[in-house]
């Protein structure tokens, strides 16, 4: 689990689908947070906040080495934890014992220069609010929202119980607890929402991979009915038939033979209807393959257009583009995260180009099983034609197929 985790992070980002931009993005957005807070609140403030004694110094030069801490510890804890608020792996024994600790000491460093009268009030309060976040935001992640809740408020009361007795001021109090309130439910709905919101869209990727699972396994179904159909009475009249010829052979009975040649013939018969079965299987129909993939790209969410229709075409060259039809359109749903996918059919000084267009990063049509490019080439190659496939100028994925037309066909009109 953690190689592959490792590997998920070394990815390029036009190599990654939607939900995992979505997650990098999130991460990132979450350290950089971590990281500002602190240097906004905590850090910069020090310089005109402390008082000018060695001890202040001193005690600020502590808290800012913390503060540091915190953050570089937070920042490489939040991978593990979203991965177990998403239920990629379990929570390490003890990996919020380190951000805790340092939460405490950074506590106990701004209720110190609190009591001594070595900071302002506001950088106290900033300090806390500061401080706060590392923790809270990992934290939120690994408990349950109502647990949460109930522990920052009991954190609340006691840290501001400790910071009122140590300077005395009442107003001090009452923002102590407002800005601890606000920076609890900021991490709460910083974090926890967007890993719910994650949650969310990995569940959605895994639902579009289900959803093409199926459609292999319905098409599967089908060519075992539609050979179930054409095989099962043969066989059961070859079967009949032939304890019937034994029957007879056994008696010396002449009308054996008979029976033996209309088990050949329904034998024959059975074989051209199953090539024929074979060869529908296999020879995709351009027309019907267009309409299925704007059909299925628009069920996915994504915004398909179709500008031509084929009129008369070959049937070698449509059994050839169809099938260029029904890979791009596995590939997009499969590798790319598009919104708006483009097929295009012209006939063009003598030859057929076909064009499926995306504006996502299809990814490698060959590592994710089936024919490939490798099996559409073959298949092009069959009818003189080629195909280029690739990544084109503005982040879009292009795939042309171009094959020669022996014969003058109907244009091809939008």
């Known amino acids: 689990m953690v190689g592959r985790i490792r590997r998920w992070q070394r990815r390029h980002w036009g190599d990654r689908s939607k939900a995992e931009r979505v997650e990098l993005y999130s991460l990132l957005t979450w350290c950089c947070t971590v990281w500002f807070i602190m240097g906004c609140w905590v850090l910069l403030p020090m310089h005109g906040g ?7 110094m001193v005690l600020g ?17 939040t991978r593990t934890v979203l991965d177990h608020y998403l239920g990629r792996a379990e929570l390490p024994a003890g990996a ?22 070595a900071a302002t009030p506001m950088l106290v309060r900033f300090a806390i ?13 690994t408990v349950p929202v109502g647990v949460f809740l109930r522990r920052s408020a009991t954190f609340t009361v ?7 007795l140590a300077d005395h001021d009442g107003f001090g109090l009452v923002a102590t607890v ?16 967007g890993a719910w919101t994650l949650a969310v869209l990995w569940e959605a990727e895994r639902a579009r991979e289900v959803e093409a699972r199926l459609a292999v396994a319905e098409e599967r179904l089908r060519f075992g009915r539609d050979l179930h159909d054409v095989l099962g009475r043969n066989l059961s009249v070859i079967s009949l038939k032939s304890e019937l010829a034994v029957q007879l052979a056994r008696r010396g009975r002449p009308e054996a033979v008979e029976q033996m040649i209309e088990v050949q013939r329904i034998a024959q018969e059975s074989q051209r209807e199953v090539r024929a079965v074979v060869r529908g299987y296999r020879e995709a129909d351009l027309g019907v393959e267009l309409a299925g993939a704007q059909g299925v790209l628009a069920a996915a969410g994504i915004d398909c257009e179709v500008r031509a229709e084929p009129t008369g075409l070959p049937a070698g060259v449509q059994s050839a583009l169809g099938w260029v039809v029904r890979e791009a359109t596995t590939n997009v749903l499969r590798h790319g995260d598009a919104g708006r996918c483009t097929l295009c059919l012209r006939v063009l000084e003598g030859s057929v180009v076909l064009t499926v267009e995306n504006d996502g990063q299809a990814g490698n049509p060959d590592g994710g099983g089936g024919s490939g490019l490798a ?5 092009l190659a069959a009818v003189g034609g080629t195909l280029e496939a690739g990544a084109v100028t503005g ?10 037309l022996k014969q003058e066909v109907s244009d091809v009109t939008s």
């Open 395 to 404: 982040g879009r994925f292009r795939v042309v197929a171009e094959v020669p």
């Open 375 to 379: 099996g559409l080439r073959e298949r």
């Open 158 to 164: 006691l840290l501001a119980a400790a910071v009122g």
């Open 50 to 56: 402390l008082a000018h004694r060695p001890v202040a």
């Open 129 to 141: 609010a500061g401080c706060l976040l590392p923790f809270a935001l990992l934290y939120g992640l």
């Open 96 to 117: 919020q014992r380190a951000p805790a600790v340092l939460l405490g000491l950074a506590l106990v460093l701004i209720t110190t220069l609190a009591g001594l009268d």
């Open 178 to 193: 407002g800005i601890t309130v606000f920076q609890g439910i900021f991490a709460l709905l910083a974090g926890r929402c």
């Open 61 to 77: 030069a502590l808290l800012a080495l913390v503060a540091i801490g915190q953050c570089v510890l937070a920042t490489g804890l």
